[in-house]
């Protein structure tokens, strides 16, 4: 699994990138949404009542998000009181869906960097766009020409959140342009979500030697580690030979493995492996 964080400047297109790339296949899981599920519980809603008045509610009595964001970005203690009110269950309820997913994930958090990123998170992707692209854009909500600098204001400045992400995604030119650099970083994705360790037993150590040897001339396997062991189905005393491969060549090892006796492969997939480290591991193996 690759579990990815999508951020980016008010306006910037982080939302038709999430939108393109799971068209290309990712699951995308959207902070926003979460938070207007959130807005139907009782709990919630009644805080925001006792603190802002009916005054957030629209005319079927929900909470109204112009009106909410109205009361939110207008003092510094309003926005940090309803972040606080709202944020810690965003995690949450994002965690508990990004458990049960595989391949690759997205997750669009527009507060990322202000609310810490999660533990979950592989790496952190930050969309930013010229300033007269975002105002034009946002524009054909009714937003004011000021307001893309007066939420701004609470947020982290552009420039520290490119010094904090992984990846940055320059949102300067056509709809087209962002397609295909969407496309392009959806490939490496899928390569880096299809990582994982595979272990195989066996019941001597030169055998164990000779199938690592295969497994670093055919670029199926890095990172190869061997160490004493007992067998889990014979219990009897050998060698287990750990690497790094990627799920879809479990086939062809296990083939390979054919013409070894004793042996037995078991799989694990990650769900956290280093940004850096896990690049490295990809381009030690076969593309």
Avoid: Q
């Amino acid at each position: 699994m690759l579990a990815l964080a999508l951020t980016g400047d008010v306006g910037a297109g982080k939302s038709t990138l999430a939108r393109l790339w799971g068209e290309m296949g990712a699951s995308v899981l959207d902070a926003d949404r979460v938070v207007r599920a959130l807005w139907t519980r009782t709990n919630v809603l009644d805080a925001a009542l006792a603190r802002w008045g009916r005054g957030i509610l629209d005319a079927d009595g929900k909470a109204d998000p112009s009106a909410v964001a109205s009361k939110a970005f207008s003092d510094r203690r309003e926005y940090d009181w309803l972040c606080a009110l709202l944020h810690p269950l965003v995690r949450i309820e994002m965690e508990k869906t990004a458990a049960s997913l595989d391949g690759w994930v997205v997750a669009e958090i527009p507060l990322l960097f202000e609310g810490g990123i999660p533990w979950w998170i592989d790496a952190a992707i930050y969309v930013t766009a010229p300033e007269a692209g975002r105002r034009e854009r946002n524009a054909s909500r009714g937003w004011r020409y000021d307001e893309i600098s007066r939420r701004e204001s609470f947020l982290l400045p552009g420039a520290e959140k490119r010094a904090r992400a992984d990846l940055v995604v320059e949102n300067s030119s056509d709809f087209e342009t962002l397609e295909r650099e969407a496309s392009r970083l959806a490939e490496r994705f899928r390569r880096l979500s299809a990582l994982a360790r595979m272990s195989l037993f066996f019941p001597d150590r030169e055998a164990a030697i000779r199938f690592a040897d295969f497994l670093r001339r055919e670029t199926l396997g890095t990172e190869c580690l061997l160490h004493p062991a007992e067998g889990a189905e014979t219990k009897k005393t050998g060698f287990t030979l750990d690497f790094f491969t990627r799920e879809e060549w479990f086939g062809e090892i296990a083939d390979a493995l054919a013409s070894f006796t004793g042996t037995h492969p078991l799989l694990e997939r990650f769900r956290r492996i280093p940004w850096n480290y896990r690049n490295s591991l990809s381009e030690a193996l076969r593309p």
